[in-house]
């Protein structure tokens, strides 16, 4: 049930940070209440989590893999430039978090 907490977390995270822009610096009312929301969710479901896996591995997965899949979402839908050194940092995010997983730190 932990990694269906920490994967939903992450999908609370990515919607949060993609519709940040819409926020238009938080001055729009409801993208920017939808924006709290699914960060307070992402929060909450990361909680949930790190009380049956160890929190460093879930933090790597939450950060990582939001951070490579709020990458992707930018480019693919919303403009935003992916030259070759984004895409490798992107690489070796990943990388580390499934080095991580694999270490057997958890």
Known sequence: MAWIFLA???SAEVLGTSLLGSTDGFTRPLPSL???LCYG???F???QAV???PVGLCYAIWAGVGTATVAAIGALFL???LNAAAV???VLILAGVVTLNLS???
Do not use: C, K, R, Y
């Open 8 to 10: 939903f977390a992450v």
């Open 34 to 36: 939808l924006v709290a």
């Open 41 to 43: 969710v992402s929060i």
């Open 45 to 47: 479901l990361l909680a």
């Open 51 to 53: 009380q049956d896996l």
């Open 79 to 81: 403009g935003d430039p």
């Open 88 to 90: 490798a940092g992107i």
């Open 104 to 106: 057997g730190a958890h």
